[in-house]
């Protein structure tokens, strides 16, 4: 449980990409949707050097069935974000979940995630948390949780919209680096839930033990409060 700063987060997705990129020639960092990595990405986008921004391939761990541009969509939001800070990474692949058929988007979506990475586990996964635990499309006690698939349709969501696309669980814990941003009380009381082990009806817990944690004053006092 690290404290919580834009520039701090940044500085440590920054790091690892730099090193990916110049051990594989490329790098790969996938993000949430969500208010809470809006500043992150800011402040990444204005300190990202030429050479990690021409080898990186930004991907979404899950993304609203919306047609394009619509104001649920993740990616207009943290696509916004990032251009605050300055230019759009090289290679930039939105989920097409605005197409009919969902499970052809999945396997469509499958095949860039393959290509982007060259075969590889995701370099980084920055994730936000839901007040119920969820982490991308993945809910409590969800059948989606034992998804084998690494991108999957989802038609019967707990939140709305129902149909979604997501990453499975097993991509999101095979990433090198996985970093989840608790920002406000009700998060902090996730992450106290969560050190109590993994469970099914708290997905974040189930994305293994080799997380960092970045937490606001809020959600670190309501993680003291269970000590």
Known sequence: MLPYTPSIVAEHILTVLDQAAVEQGR??????????????????????SPFVRERLHLLWVDERAVPLGHADRNDAATLAAWEAGGPLPAHVHAMPAELDDLDAAALAYAAVLDTATAGEDLDVVLVGIGEDGHIASLFPDHAGL????????????PKPPPRRLSLSLGVLRAARSKIVLAL????GAVL?????????????SLLGMDLVWYCDDAATAAVRATE
């Open 27 to 48: 790098c790969s960092l996938a993000i949430p949707g969500g208010r809470s990595p809006g500043a992150v990405l800011t402040e990444l986008a204005r300190i990202c």
């Open 192 to 204: 106290a839930e969560a050190r109590r082990g993994p469970s099914r009806q708290l997905p974040v």
């Open 146 to 157: 034992d998804e084998l698939s690494p991108v999957f349709a989802i038609t019967d969501s």
């Open 184 to 187: 406000g009380a009700a998060k």
